[in-house]
């Protein structure tokens, strides 16, 4: 079978789904655990890993589209996907519910791994001031446009190629 794009839409797809989550598509314990799941499972749905987020209608499936593992199944290129990410952005559904995601990552250093302290007998006292609520929506779109400046990059990258 030979490569092309639809590789890298899937790779994109990948990147995006950590973007969106802060966890890769698939869980194991060792990497070729992982490969198989690559190979051979659905990724795990945007909504089951980040339960405790709301998506726009309609990303999770461009996402769940772009990691389709059927190349037939796939976005055919990456303008078909970009033209897709864009249609969930130009409906108007992004409320500010998407924020970014920090990643897990284990400490770098064992002075990182801390032993809790004992609790205090005075607990403390929750604040009466509310938290601002962050408007993120001109960082998800500028973040958006950029992916999609990324995207569309690498496939004027690719034909350029192709045409040698």
Known sequence: ETLDGRSD???????????LTGKLPFDAAQPMEYIQRHIKEPPI???ERAPEREFPPGLAEV????????????????????????????????TGAMRA????????????????????????????TPAPTPSSTPWLVLGIGAFL?????GALVAALLMQH
Not at 149 to 153: V, Y
């Open 9 to 19: 839409i899937y790779s994109l797809g990948v990147i995006l789904y950590e973007l």
């Open 149 to 153: 400046a990324l995207l569309g990059t």
């Open 45 to 47: 749905p945007l909504q």
């Open 101 to 128: 995601v920090p990643v897990e990552r284990p400490p770098e250093k064992a002075a990182d791994y801390r032993t809790p302290s004992a609790p205090s007998e005075h607990p403390p006292t929750p604040s009466t």
């Open 63 to 94: 996402i769940e589209k772009s990691l389709a593992k059927d190349l037939g199944g796939r976005f055919q290129s990456a303008a078909e996907f970009a033209d897709a990410l864009k249609d969930v952005a130009r409906g108007k559904l992004m």
